[in-house]
């Protein structure tokens, strides 16, 4: 059994910032990849990024490139996102999860409407 957990949401000024961790717990394993979702009142879940093991490639979704940083500690399966220059359209439910080779070979709006792998309950992020 895996958990995920999100922790450091909150509420921020636009063009502020805020950083965004996960936690795995539960039986000790490595995944594929991890990545970072969100959603937002209305709209679809959207994949924000992604982070690989071992040679920690990354993407990251065009929107926030720039100003969304992934990093991991595969050691630890956590992952966190700093999130700088924030705008209120980065208002939005954000979601941790871990994926499979599949889940990490798909493309990110593939994996977000399947919703595969291991998913934590969110974080709320409110820009405002």
């Known amino acids: 059994h895996v958990q995920l957990v999100e922790s450091g949401g909150g509420s921020v000024q636009a063009g502020g910032s805020l950083r965004l961790s996960c936690a795995a717990s539960g039986y000790t394993r490595t995944f594929n990849c991890m990545g970072w979702f969100r959603q937002a009142p209305g709209k679809e879940r959207e994949g924000v990024a992604r982070i690989y093991t071992g040679g920690g490639r990354t993407d990251y979704a065009d929107s926030v490139k720039g100003r969304f940083t992934i990093s991991q500690d595969n050691a630890k399966n956590t992952v966190a996102l700093q999130m700088n220059s924030l705008k209120p359209e980065d208002t939005a439910m954000y979601y941790c999860?871990?994926?499979?080779?599949?889940?990490?070979?798909?493309?990110?709006?593939?994996?977000?409407?399947?919703?595969?792998?291991?998913w934590g309950q969110g974080t709320q992020v409110t820009v405002s």
């Open positions: 999860a871990a994926g499979s080779a599949t889940d990490c070979g798909s493309n990110m709006i593939t994996w977000a409407r399947e919703r595969r792998g291991y």
